[in-house]
């Protein structure tokens, strides 16, 4: 019983700039990650960013140098921050949550994910 929304999808020119933000709810106990991807018509999904609960950070090249990945200091909110955006970085924008359950111990973290958020780049 956890939740995953993204919200901040939208429509934007070629070279503009454009926030996601991801919110966890639900049976948390903590939260180990919290990553993005994304997926364009007729691709596979595909890797964005990931933060870690210690701060550990990685992106796909693809993205290396314009976006950022950041989280909120309760850490059950991640932000991702694009700028430069080109007509490529068209997709659905999903987030994911690497949570521990509340009460739950011993037993491996699921991984959650959000119904995704429309980005469109108009060249």
């Known amino acids: 019983q956890v939740q995953v929304v993204e919200s901040g999808g939208g429509l934007v020119q070629a070279g503009g700039s454009l926030r996601l933000s991801c919110v966890a709810s639900?049976?948390?106990?903590?939260?180990?990650?919290m990553g993005w991807y994304r997926q364009a018509p007729g691709q596979q999904r595909e890797f964005v960013a990931i933060?870690?609960?210690?701060?550990?950070?990685n992106y796909a090249d693809s993205v290396k140098g314009r976006f950022s990945i950041s989280r909120a200091n309760d850490k059950n909110t991640v932000y991702l921050q694009m700028h430069s955006l080109t007509p490529e970085d068209t997709a659905v924008y999903y987030c994911?949550?690497?949570?521990?359950?509340?009460?739950?111990?011993?037993?491996?973290?699921?991984?959650?994910w959000g119904q995704g958020t429309q980005v469109t780049v108009s060249s």
């Open positions: 994911n949550a690497d949570v521990n359950l509340s009460g739950v111990y011993g037993v491996r973290s699921p991984i959650y």
């Open positions: 639900g049976r948390i106990r903590s939260i180990n990650a």
């Open positions: 933060i870690t609960s210690d701060g550990d950070i």
